[in-house]
């Protein structure tokens, strides 16, 4: 599979499609992704539904996107 090129964001910034501004655990979120991103791990525990998300690093690590709805997505423009 031919690799895909990374949307023109920080990898911290989630695309606003997939976390919106007002979620009201944006924050939370937001700091667990950076410690799992500062960390090297491959995700972190969702606080509202305790399901395992991967990090924006970990997912550009595969090359292209796998269209499922990633909320740390590094390929969404």
């Given at each position: ?5 990374l ?7 989630p ?6 501004q007002r ?31 991967l ?8 090359g292209s ?6 909320r740390?997505c590094?390929?969404?423009?």
């Open positions: 599979m031919p690799s895909q090129r949307a023109g964001r920080l990898l911290t910034e695309h606003p499609d997939r976390l919106d979620h009201p655990r944006r924050a939370e979120i937001l700091a667990r992704h950076a410690a799992a991103l500062a960390a090297g791990e491959p995700g972190y525990t969702d606080p509202d539904t305790g399901l395992f998300v990090t924006a690093a970990y997912l550009g690590q595969r996107c796998c269209d499922q709805g990633c740390h590094p390929y969404v423009e």
